[in-house]
Each structure stands twice: as structure tokens, then as C-alpha cells.
């Protein structure tokens, strides 16, 4: 760690870097994905590989935040699907950054987030005309499987392929949140069901991502001590989107997960 670049900073970059922290507590609580602009800051402000220490204890603080707000709300039968797909996303990123350069994460990720965007999209128009073909025909609209979609094998090979997409993309930038909105919202999860599922799922997974980025030099205690004065900017964040989620309806919801991710997979691109 760049001892250097930490403790220099002007109050411009702290300043960046504590809405960032903020705009973590509220992706954990009201919009999932959201984050995404939070790593560009944090890259923006600190070294690539730097950003990605300092970034991941603040990640788990705003998923503590989340556990404890939506823990009601969590399918676990998903959770308990993911997992094993994610730990080999998770390896596969480990021995990705030991070979990549800042370029090749960005590119390769923002592609897959822009890609899965667009899928996203496209299966949720096709569900929106299936259901508007319902109500023509037969009188009413059917009603979304919901999570229970997962149980078949479309929906394990589904969780699977967006499992080690998803550990991949947290294990190499901390942005693994806009893969598993994706698979949330196309699994069918409502607002809540999404919240408590995300939030377990991302305490689990960041937290098992410590000893990969101690391993590799991203956390160390330089980097701590700067999270220590960050951290409690994700309070307020929390806070604000514990009470704006009640505020936002379904559609809306879903829209801004969408926008959300396409805005974090360009500025990866660009970046």
C-alpha cells in the first residue's frame, strides 16, 4: 500500500471518497448496483489495486447495515445455489489478478456488466409481452415465478453461470453487485425479497474475499486506517435508503438496478 497516497490526500479526494462510502450504505439498503460508482472514486482518488483494499472493509460495513435491516426478507435456497459457483468465481479471480493489469479488469468486466444489461432488458421485455399476451387471451395476467425459479435446472444453470460471474467480478473489483441484481431481478425477486437475499449473500461472499486480498497486499493496516475514518459516512448512506426503498415502486426499482449497472459498466470501459 501507498502509504504516501493515503495520508496526502487534499479534502477534495476525502471529500470524494466519503460520498462514495456514502453512496455504499445507500446501494446496500435502497439500490443494489449502485456501487458500482463508488469503485470508480475509490479509482479514481486512490492507486487501481489500493482502491480495491480500502474499498472492500467498507463494502462489508454497508452489508452489516443491510443484514440487519432486511435479514426477514433472504431466500436462502438461492443463496445455498450460489455459493459453490461463486468460491469458483472467486478462485478464478484470485489467479486473474496475479497476471492482469488495471486495463484488462476494466475492460473485461465492464463488457460482461454491459452485456448482462442488455440481456436483462431484452428478457424483461419478452416477460412484459408474454404477460401482456396473457391478459389478451386468457383474461389475466400470470404472475412471475418469483424466486421459486431457481428450483428448476434452467434456473440451476442459470444461478450457476451468474455464481462464478458474480465471484469473479467481486474478487477482481468489488463489482460484483450489479451481476447478481441481474440475476435477482431475472429470477423474479420482488424489492424486499431482493434486498435480504443481496445482503446475506454479499456479507458472506466479501467477507470470505479478506484472506484472497491480504494475501495480495490489498489490506493491510494503512489501508484500514483509512477505512476507519470513512466507514462512518455509510451510516447516513444506509440510513437514506432505508427510507427512500419504501418510497420507490417495483418498476422504478428494477429501472434504476438496470441503470445502475449500465452506468458502472461503461465508466469500467472508459476508466
Same mark, same amino acid.
Given at each position: ?24 450504505? /445507500?446501494? @446496500? ?26 474499498? &472492500? ?54 463488457? =460482461? ?44 444453470? @442459470? ?29 423474479? /425477486?420482488? @424489492? ?11 456479507? =458472506? ?12 497486499? &490489498? ?53
Amino acid at each position: 500500500m501507498d502509504m504516501m497516497t493515503l495520508w496526502h490526500l487534499t479534502g477534495w479526494e476525502f471529500a470524494a471518497l466519503a460520498f462514495a462510502a456514502l453512496l455504499v450504505g /445507500f446501494s @446496500k439498503t435502497a439500490v443494489s448496483g449502485a456501487n458500482t460508482v463508488s469503485l470508480a472514486i475509490f479509482a479514481a482518488m486512490l492507486p487501481a489495486r489500493a482502491s480495491t483494499g480500502v474499498l &472492500l472493509p467498507i463494502l462489508i460495513a454497508g452489508d452489516v447495515l443491510a443484514v440487519l435491516t432486511y435479514r426477514r426478507h433472504a431466500h436462502w435456497p438461492t443463496l445455498w445455489r450460489l455459493f459453490p459457483a461463486v468460491a469458483a468465481g472467486v478462485v478464478v479471480g484470485t489467479f486473474f489478478l496475479m497476471w492482469a493489469d488495471d486495463e484488462a479488469v476494466g475492460t473485461s468486466i465492464g463488457a =460482461i456488466l454491459l452485456l448482462m444489461a442488455a440481456v436483462t432488458v431484452w428478457r424483461r421485455r419478452a416477460a412484459d409481452r408474454a404477460a401482456q399476451a396473457a391478459v389478451d387471451g386468457e383474461g389475466e395476467p400470470r404472475e412471475r415465478s418469483g424466486p421459486e425459479e431457481v428450483t428448476s435446472r434452467a434456473g440451476r444453470i @442459470k444461478a450457476r453461470s451468474y455464481g462464478v460471474l458474480g465471484g469473479f467480478t467481486t474478487m477482481v473489483a468489488n463489482a460484483g453487485g450489479p451481476v447478481m441484481s441481474l440475476y435477482l431481478l431475472s429470477a423474479g /425477486f420482488r @424489492k424486499l425479497g431482493f434486498l435480504g437475499t443481496s445482503a446475506f449473500f454479499f456479507l =458472506i461472499v466479501n467477507t470470505s474475499k479478506v484472506p484472497f486480498s491480504v494475501g495480495l497486499g &490489498l489490506i493491510d493496516a494503512e489501508s484500514l486506517l483509512l477505512d476507519a475514518a470513512l466507514v462512518l459516512f455509510v451510516v447516513p448512506g444506509a440510513l437514506l435508503g432505508k427510507w427512500a426503498v419504501s418510497r420507490i415502486n417495483q418498476r422504478l426499482f428494477e429501472q434504476l438496478v438496470i441503470a445502475a449497472t449500465v452506468v458502472g459498466g461503461v465508466q469500467l470501459l472508459v476508466r
